[in-house]
C-alpha cells in the first residue's frame, strides 16, 4: 500500500483518480453497447470537476456493476445525450484508445503479435461480436494488442509504428498476464511506471503516454500520434465532428482540472478495477490519506525531507508523545510553582501570551528530532522527586531550582533557534540568569 | 505554513485558551491550603489536577467542533458525573456500574501495536476514527498541542522569574 501510494501522490491527481476507476470500469466489462464508448468519453469529460468527488464516488458505484452503461450516461450525464448513439468506428477508437494506452507504454515484442491473428472476431466488422469475444480476464490482455492492432491493420493497412507500438504493449501484456489477473493490470500500469521510467527505451513512449493521458480520452488521434500518425488522421477524419465537440470541452477540462504538468487521465487504465468497486473507494481513500500525511508534514517540524508513509507516522507519534510530556512537565512545574496572586496577572498573562514568542522558539528548539531530549528533563524531575523526601523542608525550593535550570537550558535551546528580539519582556530576566 | 486565516483562527483558540486556564489556575491557588508545605502526593495531585485543567479548557477553547475535542469533553463530563455519583452513592452499587472495556483489537493480534493504533491511544477519541480522519483529528490536536505548550510555558516562565 505504501508503494502504492507513493506513486499516487508522485500523480498528483486529485479527483482524477475517481474518475479513472468508474471509466476504465465501464471499458473492462464487455459491454457489447456502443455506449460504453460514449460513457467513458463522457465521463472524462466530466472529469475535472473537482469537487464533484463524493457526486462521482457515489454515482459511479452503482454504474461500475451496471451492465448497460445507458442508463448511467442518461441519470448522470445530462448533457452528453449526443453521445449516446455514437457511430461504430468512435466507439472503436474509444476501445482502441483505451487500449492504446496499455500500447504505447509497452515495448514492443513480437510474440504477442501472433495470437492475435488467430481471434476471428477481429477480421470481423463488428464490434460487439469482439467483445463478446472475450472473456474477460483476457479483456485487458488481448484488445490491447488486438484491437488496437486490428482496428490499425483495418484502417491504416498496418505501419511497421503499429507494430512496434504493438510488440511494444505485447512484451507488457506478458507482463501483466504475468502478474495475473485484470485487477493487477491498471495496478500493473501504475507499477510499470517505475520501470518505464528506468529503462530508455520506453522512456519515449512513457513521454508519449504522458501526453497523450493529457488529452481525454475522446482525442484519440493525440494519443496514437506517437506510436503512429496514420491512425490518428484516420480517427479524426471518423470522428471529427463528434470529436470537436468533445476536444474543446476535454482539453479545457484537462486544463483546469488537474493543472500539473502530468495530466493523466487514468479513465481507460483502471479496465481491471472496474469490476471492483472497492478499488474505485480505496483510491479515493489513499489519495485523501495521502493528502492528510502531507498536511501533518507540515505541522511536525523536521519532517520535510520524510517521504514514507510509516516513517511519517512513526514521527507524528513522537511528536505527539513528546508534546503530552511536555504538557505534564509544565503543569508538574506549575503545580510546584508558590502561588503570587496578583489580580492583574490575567491581564498581564494575556498580554505575554499574545505578544511573547518565546514560546514558539522554545517549542521549535523541542521539535525537531529531540524527542529524546524531551524525556530527559523530565526523567530529571521525575528523579528528583524520590531524592526531596530526605530534604522536606528543602522542597520547595529545590525542585523548583531544579526545574528552573532545566527550563533555562529548555529555553537556551529555543534561544538557539529564534533571535532574542522576539522573547520581549521574557528576553530581559533570562539574559542574566543564563 | 499557516495562512493568515490559518494563524487568526489559532490565536482565537490560543486566547482562549489562555483565559481559560488562568483562570482555573486562579482558583486553585484561592482554593490552596494556606499551609506552605506540600507534599508529594499534593503536588502529584495538583499537577494533575492542572493538567486536566488545561486539557478541558484547550477542548473548551475548541469547541465541539473537533471529534477530539468533543471525546475529551465527554471524558469529562463522564467523568465528573462518574465522581459525583461516586460521593452519593455507595461503593457497592458502584462495582455493578462500572465497565470493563478490553482492547482486543491492540495486542492480541499481532505482539506489537500498529502505527495506526498507537496514534489512535494518543489522540483523544482516535479508537473510533478510519485512517483518514484520524490523521485530519491528529493534525488539528498536534496544533492545539503546541499552542498548550506555549501557553504554559509562558505562564510558568512568569511565575518563575
Not at chain 1, 475517481?18 to 472529469?47: F, I, Q, R
Not at chain 1, 492475435?116 to 484488445?143: H, R, T, W, Y
Amino acid at each position: 500500500m505504501d508503494g502504492h501510494e507513493n506513486e499516487d501522490v508522485g500523480f498528483q491527481h486529485g479527483s482524477d483518480g475517481v474518475l479513472h476507476c468508474p471509466s476504465s470500469g465501464m471499458s473492462t466489462n464487455p459491454l457489447p453497447e456502443k455506449v460504453s464508448g460514449m460513457a467513458m468519453s463522457s465521463v472524462s469529460m466530466y472529469k475535472p470537476s473537482n469537487g464533484a468527488d463524493p457526486f462521482f464516488s457515489s454515482g459511479w458505484d452503482p454504474l461500475v456493476s451496471l451492465s448497460h452503461s445507458e442508463n448511467f450516461g442518461a441519470s448522470s450525464m445530462v448533457s452528453h445525450s449526443e453521445f449516446s448513439n455514437p457511430p461504430y468506428p468512435v466507439v472503436m477508437e474509444n476501445q482502441g484508445v483505451s487500449s492504446s494506452f496499455h500500447l504505447v507504454q509497452y515495448p514492443s515484442s513480437s510474440t504477442l503479435i501472433e495470437p492475435v491473428p488467430k481471434l476471428p472476431c477481429f477480421g470481423s466488422g463488428s464490434f460487439s461480436e469482439m467483445v463478446n469475444s472475450f472473456g474477460l480476464p483476457d479483456c485487458s490482455q488481448i484488445a490491447n494488442s488486438g484491437c488496437p492492432q486490428n482496428y490499425a491493420s483495418n484502417k491504416a493497412g498496418g505501419g511497421t509504428g503499429k507494430t512496434s507500438t504493438n510488440t511494444a504493449q505485447s512484451q507488457d501484456d506478458h507482463q501483466i498476464s504475468g502478474e495475473g489477473a485484470i485487477g493487477s493490470s491498471p495496478t500493473a500500469k501504475r507499477r510499470k511506471r517505475a520501470p518505464d521510467s528506468n529503462n530508455s527505451p520506453f522512456s519515449p513512449h512513457q513521454n508519449a503516454e504522458g501526453e497523450v493521458q493529457k488529452d481525454l480520452s475522446g482525442e484519440s488521434s493525440d494519443v496514437l500520434k506517437e506510436p503512429d500518425e496514420k491512425k490518428p488522421k484516420i480517427e479524426q477524419n471518423t470522428g471529427s465532428n463528434l470529436r470537436g465537440k468533445q476536444t474543446s470541452k476535454q482539453a479545457k477540462d484537462t486544463s483546469s482540472g488537474d493543472g500539473s504538468k502530468d495530466n493523466y487521465i487514468h479513465v481507460r487504465a483502471r479496465r481491471g478495477q472496474a469490476t471492483n468497486s472497492h478499488s474505485l473507494a480505496e483510491r479515493v481513500r489513499r489519495e485523501k490519506i495521502s493528502e492528510r500525511m502531507r498536511l501533518l508534514q507540515e505541522l511536525v517540524p523536521g519532517c520535510n525531507k520524510i517521504t514514507g508513509k510509516a516513517v511519517m507516522l512513526d514521527e507524528i507519534i513522537n511528536y505527539v508523545q513528546s508534546l503530552q510530556q511536555q504538557v505534564e512537565f509544565l503543569s508538574m512545574k506549575l503545580a510546584t510553582v508558590n502561588p503570587e496572586l496578583n489580580i492583574d496577572m490575567e491581564q498581564i498573562l494575556s498580554k505575554d501570551i499574545i505578544h511573547s514568542r518565546a514560546g514558539t522558539g522554545a517549542i521549535l528548539g523541542f521539535g525537531p528530532g529531540m524527542s529524546s531530549t524531551h524525556r530527559y528533563p523530565h526523567g530529571i524531575f521525575q528523579g528528583s522527586l524520590p531524592s526531596i523526601p530526605a530534604a522536606t523542608p528543602k522542597f520547595p525550593s529545590l525542585p523548583q531550582t531544579m526545574l528552573d535550570n532545566e527550563l533555562h537550558n529548555l529555553f537556551q535551546m529555543g534561544f538557539d533557534s529564534c533571535p532574542v528580539d522576539n522573547l520581549g519582556p521574557n528576553a530581559g530576566h533570562l539574559k542574566p540568569e543564563l | 505554513m499557516a495562512t493568515k486565516g490559518v494563524t487568526l483562527n489559532t490565536n482565537a483558540r490560543k486566547i482562549r485558551f489562555a483565559r481559560r486556564f488562568i483562570s482555573i489556575l486562579l482558583k486553585m491557588r484561592k482554593t490552596r491550603s494556606p499551609c506552605s508545605s506540600s507534599s508529594i502526593e499534593d503536588v502529584r495531585k495538583r499537577s494533575q489536577r492542572i493538567k486536566i485543567a488545561a486539557y478541558s479548557s484547550m477542548a473548551h477553547a475548541v469547541g465541539p467542533r473537533r471529534a477530539w475535542s468533543r471525546a475529551v469533553l465527554f471524558k469529562l463530563r463522564s467523568r465528573a458525573r462518574h465522581q459525583s455519583m461516586m460521593k452519593r452513592r455507595s461503593f457497592g452499587l458502584q462495582k455493578k456500574r462500572v465497565v470493563v472495556v478490553k482492547n482486543n483489537n491492540d495486542i492480541i493480534p499481532s505482539g506489537q501495536l500498529s502505527q495506526a493504533d498507537r496514534l489512535r491511544q494518543l489522540v483523544p477519541g482516535g479508537k473510533a476514527m478510519d485512517m483518514c480522519s484520524l490523521l485530519e483529528e491528529t493534525a488539528d490536536y498536534i496544533s492545539c498541542l503546541a499552542t498548550q505548550v506555549k501557553v504554559m510555558q509562558t505562564i510558568a516562565d512568569h511565575f518563575s522569574k
